[in-house]
Nanobody, 118 residues
């Protein structure tokens, strides 16, 4: 059974930092690309960052230079380091395993709230 469990969300003042972590099972790291999405109130869910199986990373323009995605293949953890946080980064952040296996399934974590105050 695929499981993605996020942690590390919370409240921080603008300019601060948070690190999100996503614990996944081994199937995820063999078969999927990993990503972080976010959804702010009243807005569509958007891709924040993606890490493919070659190790190539990509970022939304709004977070480039401030956020960094990484993974620990031994511990099966994908992390999102968020620096210089802005109030507009406030959202529920979701860990996602995408394009998994032959049938390109996608799996989602339960989400973790990030609140940035001015």
């Amino acid at each position: 059974q695929v499981q993605l469990v996020e942690s590390g969300g919370g409240s921080v003042q603008a300019g601060g930092s948070l690190k999100l972590s996503c614990q996944a099972n081994r199937y995820i790291f063999i078969s999927c690309e990993m990503a972080w999405y976010r959804q702010a109130p009243g807005k569509e869910r958007e891709l924040v960052s993606r890490l493919d199986r070659t190790g190539t990373t990509s970022y939304a323009d709004s977070v480039k230079g401030r956020f960094a995605i990484s993974q620990d293949n031994v511990k099966s953890i994908v992390s999102l380091q968020m620096n210089s946080l802005k109030t507009e980064d406030t959202a529920v952040y979701y860990c996602a395993a995408v394009n998994c296996g032959e049938y390109k399934h996608n799996y989602w974590g339960q989400g973790t709230q990030v609140t940035v105050s001015s």
